[in-house]
């Protein structure tokens, strides 16, 4: 183990940089001052030197001119590059620096504002954000002095006549790679929305270099390989060499003789330091001037070179401290299926949990108030478990660093922090060994050992009859090979609320997961906050098309329905008009036929669909994380049963009108990435692409039926796909669904859904109505009993099923070997099936059976139920969320100017 860095460069570099009593009066003047020091401050600067400043002063380009002087510049002065090599990658980074100018002086504006009136604020966690393409949402949300100016149409002209065209810059920037699935995409929304809705909040991350991974298939299997999105460097990020904090791993504690308790002080003497140095990310929010933040951490060594090891010849060690510190913020998730995975990724979660508190509390310090104010001034959510140890740190930091007593700091803290469950099922909770933890975070795991003990100790004098009670709610979980930190528990027991992100999921975890909490804390500590999604991005970014045709349609040249969704509900009384449904239907083509061109482009240059019936081609769409639950092999064995009956029909001499009329055109269009060490999610993946293979070839079936599988799904291919779908899979057994977001996402653009009722499926329902959703499948209530028999009595599979099985099992798909997904088939009729396919699958070909009737016999109605879900979709906005989180969780004000 290595010895102890010197406690001489970090800890002193950090304290000039943070709490010197003289900082430089120009970076007082940019980064923000205190209300009592505003006349103090004042008086230090010259009056010609203000006077001087304000004349020079930056200001925001409001004209297509003034947008064009500005983006000449960054390509000569920023980019040194000239008129005659300004290619379209400058072109980007030009404009976006030129954007990204705007928003930092109203994002300094927002930051003093927030500083002189001194408001509580929101500091939200969360371990992904997946923001997606930066630019077009920056033009989007972007306010200009003139209220008149669209700013994107602005730039738009500008470019043209600086000979660019604005979709070829913005098809330049790569999707930042700091997230995944709906939890990242989930804090992507609420960060917008926190600005839009002027709350003082900042958000806290991790700047992965690399993001998760690039998918790419290879042989139908999908292949890891790294996400260089950072490879040209990040226009919208701001480096702040100046923000840098130590972070401690391994090592021991140490305490003074006269007092052994672990609830002293203590000093935590680490074996290992890295640097935590801050990235900036503005966050722009709509139709205001309001510029929040986002601080995203990045691993650096404490010294990045060893001189006298590359002296010696000893070339790979001199840089080991280097590469060992940068891993830790190299890769979001890294692969936990072995010990030094499962270390780096606890590593990864104190590194930036730590670094963010520590961030906090100095800026909670400067305002010298006492540490009884910190829960009027400070509010941290947590979203999910990952930042948990966020709890465990800033107790720490108030009893060993602040020299509070114990119940003062869990006061606090308990106080401070409010959590986010995401599941409902308990092997998604996250769990930690007690060595490996013990290992890394030695203070740590006596803290949670002192708090769980304090908690035990009450839990037993509320009720002293219900031994077993103690074992089932302790935060360490006895038994099995190695005793583990349940992570949702500290969560539940460190936070003075606990919110669902659905209300079926709610009162699930009240009344599953979780009951026991509610018995001991009481019902009113859990509370539900629906999800929802931001319709900047959703609707106005994703689908232009129909922003137009609802802006024109109810009045609306300045897009006010997106600060005011229910005004959306006006679209009702239009959805039986012909007129209005016809060019409601132009709209879902034109996204349809961009969604094809995506499908050629990654084709090899080859039509996937037939675009002369494109019309007439139901666009069936599951794009999400791959994983079991969510069913995408049930999916792909309704496609299979469909092309088996379209074969025997062929085999049967049908004429090709009469198969036609039975199974109309239909494309099922998949995306998603497994985790990298989840076999059977990436079996599945293979599976998909396997049936595409054979079906697409099949001149039998011909344009009746079509697969694809999207790779590498993001956000800007999500921006195409979901616009162009008739009908999106949400089809998870039920009750494993917390929310889902990606159904509110398809609805918003006039997707109908066929879904089980779970998650945020059932609140869609009751808001756009049973008439308007396609539901099949088993009750959550029911689900228990059903894995009772599956685990007990010998099921007989649904005859459409078995037929599936039996083509699976016949080698009809496999490419490589006959029991190529033999492991799939025994999932299901051997072990239990657990996620309940055999049992919803007859429900589901049967409601496919009503899709096809609906879609392709009554196309009126069809287009009324897409008019009426996009009218009645208005509660799904996060902006009616972070309300929501504001009033009953956080409890802050939005400020505003």
Request: with cysteine; net charge negative; hydrophobic share 35%.
């Amino acid at each position: 183990m290595a010895p102890p860095p010197s406690t001489s460069t970090t800890n002193d570099l950090i304290t000039e940089k943070h709490s010197s009593p003289h900082p430089p009066k120009l970076t007082r003047r940019l980064t923000g001052f205190l209300p009592q020091e505003i006349k103090a401050i004042d008086a230090t600067i010259p009056l010609k030197s203000r006077a001087l400043w304000n004349k020079n002063q930056v200001k925001k380009f409001d004209t297509a001119d003034s947008f064009q002087q500005r983006f000449i510049d960054h390509v000569e002065t920023t980019l040194a590059r000239s008129l005659y090599n300004c290619d379209d990658l400058a072109a980007y980074d030009a404009t976006s620096m030129a954007i990204r100018d705007n928003l930092v002086i109203d994002w300094n504006k927002t930051q003093q504002k927030f500083t002189t009136r001194d408001p509580k604020r929101v500091y939200y966690l969360s371990l992904e954000f997946l923001m997606g393409r930066a630019l077009d949402n920056a033009l989007i949300n972007m306010k200009t002095d003139d209220e008149n100016t669209d700013s994107r149409e602005m730039v738009r002209n500008a470019l043209d006549d600086l000979g660019f065209k604005l979709e070829d810059v913005l098809e330049q920037e790569p999707d930042a790679g700091l997230g995944n699935g709906g939890l990242g995409r989930l804090a992507a929304c609420f960060v917008d929305s926190m600005a839009t809705e002027n709350i003082p909040a900042w958000g806290y991350g991790i700047r992965y270099q690399y993001g998760i991974f690039a998918q790419k298939i290879i042989n139908g299997y999908q292949v890891e390989t790294p996400d260089y999105w950072l490879n040209f460097g990040n226009a919208w990020e701001i480096e702040r060499n100046e923000v840098q904090y130590p972070v401690t791993f391994y090592g021991y504690v140490e305490r003074n003789e006269a007092n052994e308790s672990t609830l002293s002080p203590s000093q935590w003497i680490g074996g290992e330091r890295l640097l935590a140095v801050a990235y900036d990310f503005p966050v722009p929010g709509y139709k205001t001037s309001n510029v929040n933040n986002l601080r995203l951490w990045q691993a650096r060594p404490t010294t990045e070179f060893d001189f006298a090891k590359f002296n010696n010849g000893e070339y790979q060690n001199s840089v080991d401290q280097q590469q060992r510190a940068e891993s830790v913020s190299a890769v979001l998730y890294p692969n936990d299926n072995f010990q030094q995975g499962k270390e780096l990724r606890l590593k990864q979660q104190y590194f930036w949990c730590s670094a963010s508190l520590h961030d906090i509390i100095r800026r909670f310090k400067k305002s010298k108030r006492p540490w009884s104010e910190f829960t009027d001034q400070v509010a941290i959510q947590l979203n999910d478990t990952h930042p948990t140890l966020a709890i465990v740190e800033l107790q720490r930091i108030l009893v060993d660093l602040e020299k509070l007593d114990w119940h003062e700091a869990w006061n606090i803290v308990t106080n401070t922090f409010a959590y986010t469950n995401h599941t409902v099922m308990q092997e998604a909770l996250e769990k930690w060994p007690i060595g490996l933890f013990g290992h890394l975070l030695p203070r740590h795991l006596e803290i949670i050992y002192d708090i769980n003990w304090f908690f035990l100790q009450d839990v037993a004098k509320k009720f002293p009859k219900d031994v077993d009670l103690l074992s089932r709610v302790s935060i360490i979980e006895e038994g099995g090979a190695e005793r583990q930190i349940r992570m949702a528990f500290l969560a539940i027991i460190g936070s003075h609320k606990v919110n669902g992100v659905a209300e079926l999921h709610s009162e699930l975890i009240k009344t599953t997961i979780f009951k026991d909490f509610v018995k001991i804390f009481g019902p009113s500590k859990f509370t539900n906050v629906t999800n929802g999604i931001t319709p900047r991005r959703w609707l106005k970014q994703a689908n232009p098309k129909l922003d137009e045709l609802i802006c024109q349609t109810l009045d609306d040249p300045k897009s006010k329905y997106l600060l005011n969704m229910p005004i959306l509900t006006k679209l009702a009384q239009y959805a039986e008009d012909p007129q209005f449904q016809q060019k409601w239907s132009d709209v879902k083509k034109y996204n349809k036929i961009r969604l094809a061109d995506l499908m050629k482009s990654l084709n090899d240059g080859v039509d996937v669909i037939d675009r002369e019936h494109i019309d007439d081609t139901l666009f069936d769409i599951q794009v999400k994380r791959i994983h079991e639950y969510k069913r995408q092999q049930m999916n792909i064995f309704g496609v299979i049963y469909r092309y088996l009956c379209i074969k025997q029909m062929a085999k049967e001499g049908k004429p090709f009108k009469e198969i036609a009329k039975k199974f109309p055109r239909k494309v099922s269009i998949f995306g998603g990435k497994s985790a990298p060490g989840y076999y059977m999610a990436k079996l599945i993946i293979k599976l998909i692409n396997s049936v595409a293979d054979v079906v697409n070839n099949d001149p039998d079936v011909g344009s009746l039926l079509k697969i694809f599988f999207i790779p590498e799904y993001n956000v800007s291919k999500a921006e195409i796909i979901i616009p162009a779908s008739d009908l999106s899979e949400h089809i998870s057994t039920a009750g494993t669904e917390a929310s889902g977001t990606s159904n509110m996402k398809f609805v918003m653009n006039g997707g109908l859904i066929i879904g089980t009722v779970d998650g945020a499926n059932v609140e869609i329902t009751r808001e756009i109505g049973e008439d308007n959703i396609f539901l099949f499948g088993n009750l959550s209530e029911n689900v228990e009993d059903l894995r009772y028999n599956h685990q007990y009595n010998k099921q007989e599979l649904p005859k459409s099923l078995q037929i599936v099985m039996d083509s699976l099992e016949s080698g009809v798909f496999s490419t490589d070997e006959q029991k190529e997904f033999k492991p799939i088939v025994d999932t299901i009729k051997h072990h239990g099936d657990y996620y309940l396919v055999s049992d919803d699958f007859e429900s589901y070909i049967a409601t496919q059976e009503l899709v096809d009737q609906v879609y392709h016999n009554e196309k009126s109605e069809w287009i009324k139920k897409s008019i009426l879900s996009v009218a009645n979709v208005g509660f799904f906005s996060s902006d009616r969320c972070i309300e929501e989180y504001a009033d009953t969780i956080w409890n802050v004000e939005p400020v505003k100017s």
